[in-house]
Each structure stands twice: as structure tokens, then as C-alpha cells.
């Protein structure tokens, strides 16, 4: 099984739908993190947790919230799903104080 | 602040010949530095890290770069480029120390030709 799983891989959306996308994590590590990638742009960061009490905005926070529901788990959701959401998103995992990030596969979101 | 930029956002080489991509970064303090490889339709891979200690730093798959301070540089090269190794390359900064965010430069997809 992989470290950092996310689920769904591919979802296709309507305009104004909730949805959510999940992460989970086996590595046992503290920290986790919501990146987009859209072409051209590189990732982004969109929210990161340090533990499943603190949960931090990132540079593109606007549109989405997310959950630490475990200290393995970190949720992505889009209330009201709109068009230039549409895009790859990474979860990634890290251990406090180390360097070592590991990201999931991705899940490619499509906002129609 | 921190940035990173990737001075091209194509290279294309023949197979056999060297690879070079191009990243300068700028940071207030002193940087953490990644290479990260993404395969189309995959995800993320590590290729090689600077932390501050050795400045010329190997990675996976016969790829290495050198941190130039002065140069405020980390580029990316390997010898001898394989077809396998088309992928889009991510240059990426953190602080070295209470790192919590990575800042990723916007990326150079690499081309390989028989």
C-alpha cells in the first residue's frame, strides 16, 4: 500500500457541488499539506496541519476548508465547487523537524 | 521571502547527451533546496535534497546538483540523459529550519529524442 493515499484519483464535478477529497496516511507523520498544481504554476499551498489541533491557511486558502479528523487523515473540501478549481491536487505528509516530504498520487479534480 | 525560479520551461535533449536545468533561487535565510521529478500521470518524486552540508548533492537516477551561493544557484544535471527520464523537473525552496512550507518553482519539462 502506498504511504500517502488520496482518494478519488479522478472526480468530475458540477458547478456549486460540495466535494471532498480525502488523504490518508500511513507514515506516521505530524505534519500534513494541501497543494494544487495547475499548469505553468507549479504547486501551491493551500492549507497545512502541524497536529489535528492546528490547522493553518496557505497562500490560496480562499474557496477551500479542511479537516485533521486523525493525526492520519487530512481532508480537502470544496463547498461550492466553481471552473477554475479545476486542477491536481497533492496531500503530503512530513515529519516535524525532518526534511522528507512524501506526496499521494494525486487527485485530478475537473469543476464543470 | 523565498522564490525559486526554473529559468526554462522546456528542454528538450537527444538521448546520450548531458542534461542541465536551471534553477536560482532567492531566500532570506539559509534555504533548504529539492529537485522533484513528476512523471506524467504520476505523482511527486524526491530526486536529491541540499540541507546544508555537502554543496554538490547526488540523487537518484544519476542525477546531481551543485548549491552556489554566491551564484545563489541550484541547477540540476546528469551526465547522460535516458529516454526514461522525460518528466516535468521541480526545482523547490524551504527554510532550513521550523520548515513547514515548500515553495515550488513553476517547472521544466524535459524532452528527450532517440
Known amino acids: 500500500d502506498a504511504d500517502v493515499t488520496q482518494t478519488p484519483r479522478n472526480r468530475i464535478t458540477k458547478t456549486g457541488k460540495r466535494i471532498m477529497l480525502e488523504c490518508s496516511q500511513t507514515?506516521?507523520?505530524?505534519?500534513m499539506y494541501w497543494y494544487r498544481q495547475d499548469p505553468g504554476l507549479g504547486l501551491r499551498l493551500i492549507y497545512y496541519?502541524?497536529?489535528?489541533?492546528?490547522?493553518n491557511k496557505g497562500e490560496i486558502s480562499d474557496g477551500y476548508s479542511v479537516s485533521r479528523q486523525a493525526q492520519a487523515k487530512f481532508s480537502l473540501s470544496l463547498e461550492s465547487a466553481i471552473p477554475n478549481q479545476t486542477a491536481l491536487y497533492f496531500c503530503?505528509?512530513?515529519?516535524?523537524?525532518?526534511?522528507?516530504?512524501?506526496f499521494g498520487s494525486g487527485t485530478r479534480l475537473t469543476v464543470v | 521571502a523565498q522564490s525559486v525560479t526554473q529559468l526554462d520551461s522546456h528542454v528538450s535533449v537527444s538521448e546520450g547527451t548531458p542534461v542541465l536545468l536551471r534553477c536560482n533561487y532567492s531566500?532570506?535565510?539559509?534555504?533548504?533546496l529539492f529537485w522533484y521529478v513528476q512523471h506524467p500521470n504520476k505523482g511527486l518524486q524526491l530526486l536529491l535534497k541540499?540541507?546544508?552540508?555537502?554543496?554538490l548533492v547526488k540523487g537518484i537516477n544519476g542525477f546531481e546538483a551543485e548549491f552556489k551561493k554566491s551564484e545563489t544557484s541550484f541547477h540540476l544535471t546528469k551526465p547522460s540523459a535516458h529516454m526514461s527520464d522525460a518528466a516535468e523537473y521541480f526545482c523547490v525552496v524551504t527554510r532550513s529550519s521550523a520548515t513547514n512550507k515548500l515553495i515550488f518553482g513553476t517547472g521544466t519539462l524535459l524532452a528527450v529524442q532517440p
Open positions: 496541519s502541524f497536529d489535528v489541533k492546528d490547522i
Open positions: 541540499y540541507t546544508s552540508a555537502a554543496t
Open positions: 531566500s532570506s535565510y539559509s534555504p533548504s
Open positions: 507514515k506516521g507523520h505530524d505534519r
Open positions: 503530503a505528509t512530513r515529519a516535524g523537524g525532518g526534511y522528507g516530504y512524501t
